[in-house]
């Protein structure tokens, strides 16, 4: 018989977690891209799970948040991670820890896991993505497509010099697409390598004009080697925009698989959604 678990924040009774009966097994040729849409979490009973996840360190930074909508953001985006992670391992959600290297990405400190399990996260006001991939560097952006704001007046403080004549050479309704073409594959790349804006996105350029795959170049400062990269985007919607950057080396193309879900809950095309532990 399952025992039940309660938060002691909210007072809500949660099945406790139990171990799922077939953990995914992730090969070294495929990378997996989870999202999720804050809506279909912000229940009250999720949130409150949620919350019931998160180590004493992750309480502290949420508290941190002036805003709602970021609190928000951030919440669901650990817990995305947290049972996203517990598909490939035989791990509760709530028994991840987490460490941040130099740069302030997070990685896995413990448990153990499958050897090499990487993974990064984005988010938006919308949209929270969890990419998981074997033993590679992997990055992964989201954007709302449709903030207010001239965003093409950062084209020339940000982008390389052909990126910016490549956009400007578009009709003017074409050229706010290309920028967050552009901005969520850069941001992608800066994520994957772990050092964020660290790298000055001017310093390598991504060519859209041509017949896929998604081309990069770098200057010769960056030390880095264009064919051992692979792109892709992908629009969950006409507003969102997301894009995977993965570093596979001298190997052929990742699959990558993406799927959409809700943290805690297994969907079932003929029933209700079911909140559980896992």
Not at 142 to 160: A, K, M, P, Q
Not at 253 to 258: E, F, G, K, W, Y
């Amino acid at each position: 018989m399952n025992s039940n678990c309660k938060d002691p924040v909210s007072g809500v009774n949660f099945q406790a977690w139990q171990p799922p009966g077939d953990l995914i097994a992730l090969a070294s040729g495929e990378a997996h891209l989870w999202y999720a849409w804050t809506e279909k979490c912000c229940t009250p009973r999720r949130l409150a799970r949620y919350r019931s996840l998160l180590s004493e360190q992750e309480h502290q930074r949420l508290e941190c948040f002036r805003f709602d909508h970021i609190k928000r953001e951030y919440l669901l985006t650990r817990a995305l991670c947290r049972f996203t992670l517990s598909r490939y391992a035989n791990v509760s959600p709530s028994a991840w820890q987490f460490r941040t290297n130099e740069f302030g990405r997070p990685e896995i400190a413990s448990p153990d896991a499958p050897p090499s399990l990487r993974f990064n996260l984005a988010n938006a006001t919308s949209l929270v993505a969890c990419l998981v991939a074997f033993d590679i560097d992997a990055g992964v952006d989201v954007e709302e497509t449709n903030r207010e704001g001239e965003v093409t007046d950062l084209v020339d403080r940000y982008f390389s010099q052909s990126e910016v004549r490549a956009l400007r050479a578009l009709p003017l309704p074409e050229q706010r697409r290309r920028f967050f073409q552009l901005w969520t594959l850069k941001e992608s790349y800066i994520k994957a390598r772990g050092m964020g804006l660290s790298i000055p996105l001017e310093q390598f350029s991504f060519e859209l004009d041509e017949p896929p795959p998604i081309r990069i170049s770098f200057d010769p400062v960056l030390e880095d080697v264009a064919t051992d990269w692979q792109f892709q985007t992908f629009a969950p919607s006409v507003d969102l925009l997301m894009a995977v950057g993965l570093r596979r080396g001298n190997v052929p193309d990742l699959r990558i698989s993406v799927a959409e879900t809700i943290p805690g809950v297994v969907v079932d095309r003929f029933q209700n959604d079911k909140d559980i532990a896992y």
